[in-house]
């Protein structure tokens, strides 16, 4: 029940396509849910985040949707661009210990052709 | 503003040694993670820190592996005595909220 279940593993998008990268839970005391993005060598960067009071939330070129009944949640890149390219988590937390502890999906490798 | 600092970045050891990884938090995150990122999966949290207190150490090895913060600022994560499947990047986040995490470079972790 702790698990996220992230997809795809890996996805291959044209310079200027759209990426969509979607994640499912179990937990429905989950109520953060963070996408963090990271380079090789480099350690997990915050892009956006949404709670679940909101079906979307939008940021320049990424845009989260988030589907509360569903228990899913997904990232869309627009207009995906080479420097995209990147290792993508999402991540869920759970309040209620009060420790905010993330559970992160095992990772989709995003490759934008240019 | 300056990032969490990790050191080293890379790291060889033989199994069976022991090893130690620094992280030097933002200024002023009372919160501080541990975290282990095995090579194609998400990071997996180790040990949390509120200040000098530990919060949350439930999925940290503690047979060979020990963290501390000292005076609610640095810490340090050690392993004792590292074993193959140890190999991994370690990664201290810190936070000043608990709600939102920023990460370190990671310390690079090889065991032959």
């Known amino acids: 029940q702790q698990q996220v279940k992230q997809s795809p ?3 291959i998008v ?3 396509g759209i990426s969509i990268i979607n994640c499912a839970y179990e ?3 989950f109520d953060y849910f963070p996408w963090y993005q990271q380079f090789p060598g480099k350690g997990p960067a915050l892009l956006i985040a949404i709670r679940p009071d909101v079906s979307e939330k939008k940021e320049g070129r990424f845009t ?3 589907n509360k009944s569903a228990k899913q949640f997904s990232l869309h890149i627009m207009d995906s661009q080479p420097g995209d390219s990147a290792t993508y988590f999402c991540a869920a937390s759970d309040p209620r210990t009060g420790t905010y502890k993330y559970i992160f999906g095992t990772g989709t490798r995003l490759k934008v052709l240019a | 503003e300056a990032g969490v600092a990790q050191s080293p970045r890379y790291k060889i ?3 069976r040694q022991s090893v130690a990884f620094w992280c030097n938090p933002i200024s002023g995150h009372a919160t501080l993670y541990w975290y282990q ?4 999966q998400g990071p997996k949290l180790l040990i949390q820190f509120q200040n000098n207190g530990v ?3 439930s999925q940290l090895p503690k047979d060979r592996f020990s ?5 609610g600022v640095d810490s340090t994560l050690k392993i004792q005595p590292a074993k193959l499947e140890d190999s991994a990047v370690y990664l201290c986040a810190s936070s000043p909220n608990q709600e939102t995490q920023y990460f370190g470079p990671g310390t690079r972790l090889l065991v032959l």
């Open chain 2, 55 to 57: 919060v949350d150490d």
């Open chain 1, 64 to 66: 989260i949707s988030f």
């Open chain 1, 9 to 11: 593993q890996s996805l």
């Open chain 2, 67 to 71: 963290a501390e913060r000292l005076k």
């Open chain 1, 27 to 29: 937990n429905t005391a």
């Open chain 2, 13 to 15: 050891i033989e199994k």
């Open chain 2, 37 to 40: 990122q095995i090579l194609g």
């Open chain 1, 14 to 16: 044209q310079k200027g």
